[in-house]
T-cell receptor, first 111, second 113 residues
């Protein structure tokens, strides 16, 4: 049974600071890793994908992957109030194409 | 490029009734996925199609649930004899291949009374 663990929060970060979101996964054969943002009452929106160890940057977002530690993280620089949302970590691999999601971390950016 | 669309956006039904949802994927996306999300949880995978073939089904997909993608384009998800526990957001996603980015539609919120 694949599991993806996230701290549910809420994680409160001042505006302009760096928000750090973390995720661990149980299945060592996982190959693809994604971060989705979900506003209340809306569907998940893909913000980052990462497939190999290391960092991947896209604008204010940086995803970090460490397969040896089975750990994925998302950094949001210069946090804005509009970044306040639930952030979902998702993984796939091992022959299964369906995504396994964590429960999400509720992020609050304080103006 | 239009995104994934789902219809209806909201559905209220009485226990025991059948409901059907539709999903139209992003054009040229050959993979289509169904998920279910309840309050406070992440989406849970139900099933997926590559073109018209249903390739994987979760154990969550009981025999009251059936999904089709007859021409490899849009898909339908039917729930027979709905139960209150079926109340959830039903999400559809599409992608161009295995293990790569999946893009979600707006979802269909089902309420079973």
């Amino acid at each position: 049974q694949k599991e993806v663990e996230q701290n549910s929060g809420p994680l409160s970060v001042p505006e302009g600071a760096i928000a750090s979101l973390n995720c661990t996964y149980s299945d060592r054969v996982s190959q693809s890793f994604f971060w989705y943002r979900q506003y209340s009452g809306k569907s998940p929106e893909l913000i980052m994908s990462i497939y190999s160890n290391g960092d991947k940057e896209d604008g204010r977002f940086t995803a970090q992957l460490n397969k040896a530690s089975q750990y994925v993280s998302l950094l949001i620089r210069d946090s804005q109030p509009s970044d306040s949302a639930t952030y979902l970590c998702a993984v796939s691999g091992g022959g299964a194409d369906g995504l396994t999601f964590g429960k999400g971390t509720h992020l609050i950016i304080q103006p | 490029d239009t995104g994934v669309s789902q219809d209806p956006r909201h559905k209220i039904t009485k226990r025991g009734q059948n409901v059907t949802f539709r999903c139209d994927p992003i054009s040229e996306h050959n993979r289509l996925y169904w998920y279910r999300q309840t309050l406070g949880q992440g989406p849970e995978f139900l099933t997926y199609f590559q073109n018209e073939a249903q390739l994987e089904k979760s154990r969550l997909l009981s025999d009251r649930f059936s999904a089709e993608r007859p021409k490899g384009s849009f898909s339908t998800l039917e729930i027979q004899r709905t139960e209150q526990g079926d109340s959830a957001m039903y999400l559809c996603a599409s992608s161009t291949g295995q293990g790569i980015e999946q893009y979600f539609g707006p979802g269909t919120r089902l309420t079973v009374t």
